[in-house]
């Protein structure tokens, strides 16, 4: 067996208002069939900041908390608009992406809820939606920051994020 561990700075860049440096750590195994297994890792923004994620499609979820997770923000996620509620009040996010539609209590329902929290607060509220159909005027309100539309590129998420962390 074959044991190799990588480490180094591959790429440096910037992101919401800090430094972010890329450094892959790769630790590659190799067994007697020429089976590999690989892992890399990246060193996180300088200035994180708390993000909760609600979706009740476990895919989007796993996906959204993935990605900005490797941005360097903290991360929270719930499946429901009543544990939202509850998580927001726990949690205090900067950031909030919430699914429109979800039984029991949808996302227009969580920011009902939570408005005047999120305004004097100014946590910034974004619906997920596949039925993108407010206008900036009846999304702010509402007291939403904006929406982001399903089905969604992952680099308009990193791009949405980046400007809403920045």
Same mark, same amino acid.
């Given at each position: 067996?074959?044991l190799?561990?990588?480490?180094?700075?591959?790429?440096?860049?910037?992101?919401?208002?800090?430094?972010?440096?890329?450094?892959?750590?790769?630790?590659s195994?190799?067994f007697?069939?020429?089976?590999?297994?690989? $892992?890399?890792?990246k060193a #996180?923004?300088?200035?994180?900041?708390?993000?909760l994620?609600?979706?009740?499609? @476990?895919?989007?979820?796993?996906?959204?908390? @993935?990605?900005?997770s490797?941005?360097?923000?903290?991360?929270r996620?719930?499946?429901?608009?009543?544990?939202?509620?509850?998580?927001y009040?726990?949690?205090?996010?900067?950031v909030?992406?919430?699914?429109?539609?979800?039984?029991?209590?949808?996302g227009?329902d969580?920011?009902?809820?939570?408005?005047?929290?999120?305004?004097?607060?100014?946590?910034?509220?974004l $619906?997920?939606?596949? @039925?993108?159909?407010? #206008?900036?005027s009846e999304? #702010?309100e509402?007291g939403a920051?904006?929406f982001?539309?399903k089905?969604?590129?992952?680099d308009?998420?990193e791009?949405?994020?980046a400007?809403? #962390?920045?």
């Amino acid at each position: 067996m074959l044991l190799r561990v990588q480490a180094g700075c591959r790429k440096k860049g910037s992101l919401a208002g800090g430094s972010l440096s890329f450094f892959p750590f790769g630790l590659s195994l190799k067994f007697k069939y020429n089976y590999s297994i690989c $892992f890399f890792a990246k060193a #996180t923004s300088v200035s994180s900041k708390k993000i909760l994620l609600v979706d009740d499609e @476990e895919d989007i979820l796993e996906i959204l908390v @993935e990605v900005i997770s490797s941005l360097g923000h903290e991360v929270r996620s719930g499946a429901d608009g009543v544990g939202a509620v509850k998580l927001y009040a726990e949690f205090k996010p900067d950031v909030f992406l919430c699914d429109t539609n979800m039984p029991g209590m949808s996302g227009l329902d969580v920011l009902k809820e939570i408005k005047e929290d999120v305004l004097s607060r100014g946590c910034k509220f974004l $619906f997920i939606t596949g @039925e993108p159909d407010w #206008t900036s005027s009846e999304l #702010t309100e509402m007291g939403a920051y904006g929406f982001i539309a399903k089905p969604f590129e992952l680099d308009e998420i990193e791009a949405k994020i980046a400007e809403l #962390t920045s």
